[in-house]
């Protein structure tokens, strides 16, 4: 009698099982559905060594900054950049800025733009030969390519995207500094605002600071993986950070981050 009843209790709980099983199985989805329509403005920062990737997202948008690079052998962009979009639940983007051609900030998205897509890309430059993968992808995958300089600006709902540099839009790379020339972005919304600067020390710094545009940020991409000629003290006292993060790769040869740049920021 006491194994019939323990049968009949099994019995009766299967279906309760079975119906909570199946209960959870729709409401995950909606959860992570409704977590993705409503989540805030995210900035992440994508550890890809010596190198630059930023994963701008709220809500369903999604921008990239730049896919670290491509060290022989080893694509960052299929193997570190292109795990973290789907982490996120990011399965295509809205925009893809490649602030310049350097490998190790251009050097992972051709794959991204090949898997991923994108609405469209933003260079510094539209004919550099270190763009040709990215070219070649772009057009297979009927990507528009347009390079922008200050003044340039789009919305994906209440976020904005603006460029602050350069200061004109260039066709050849041929005689550039290409890290001078860096696209540098501000992107916020009405809770937070990032300034991501690339690639452009020194000069750069000064240019978005004297510009027309609004160089003040919560977040700041500190430029050239905090080289000795970023953050100068005139462009830290415009943009007035919260938070600084400085990109750049465990004991790298460079000695980056510079040690006074580390002081100015603390300071």
């Keep these: 009698p006491h194994t019939g009843t323990e049968n009949g209790l099994r019995r009766r709980a299967r279906p309760l099982v079975l119906g909570g099983i199946c209960l959870a199985l729709a409401i995950i ?21 010596q190198g630059d990737s930023i994963l701008v997202t709220k809500g369903r ?12 052998g080893f694509d960052t962009g299929r193997f570190v950049v292109g795990p973290h979009l789907l982490r ?6 809205d925009l893809a800025v490649i602030t310049h051609s350097h490998p190790d900030h251009a050097g992972g998205m051709p794959f991204i733009l090949d898997r991923f897509g994108a609405g469209q890309v933003w260079t510094n430059v539209m004919n550099d030969r270190g763009f040709q993968d990215v070219t070649r992808v772009s057009a297979l995958k009927s990507i528009p390519v347009r390079a922008v300089c200050r003044g ?4 994906l709902n209440d976020m904005k995207i603006e460029v602050l540099h350069p200061q004109l839009r260039h066709e050849q790379s041929t005689g550039l500094d290409l890290n001078l020339h860096s696209v540098v972005v501000r992107i916020g919304d009405e809770h937070m605002t990032g300034l ?10 000064l240019t978005v600071i004297h510009g027309d545009g609004d160089p003040r940020a919560d977040v700041l991409k500190a430029a050239h993986h905090g080289s000795t000629a970023s953050c100068q003290d005139t462009f830290l006292d415009a943009v007035r950070p919260r938070l600084a993060v400085i990109t750049c790769g465990y004991k790298n040869p460079y000695g980056m981050p510079a040690p006074e740049t580390l002081d100015r920021l603390h300071a």
């Design 152 to 155: 340039d600006a789009m919305s």
């Design 88 to 93: 996120r639940g990011v399965t295509r983007l």
């Design 29 to 49: 989805p909606a959860a992570q559905s409704l977590y993705q329509n409503t989540r805030p403005l995210m900035f992440d920062f994508i550890s890809v060594g």
């Design 196 to 205: 991501f600067m690339a690639d452009a020390h020194r000069f750069g710094e």
């Design 61 to 72: 948008h999604a921008v990239l900054i730049d896919a670290g690079g491509a060290r022989e």
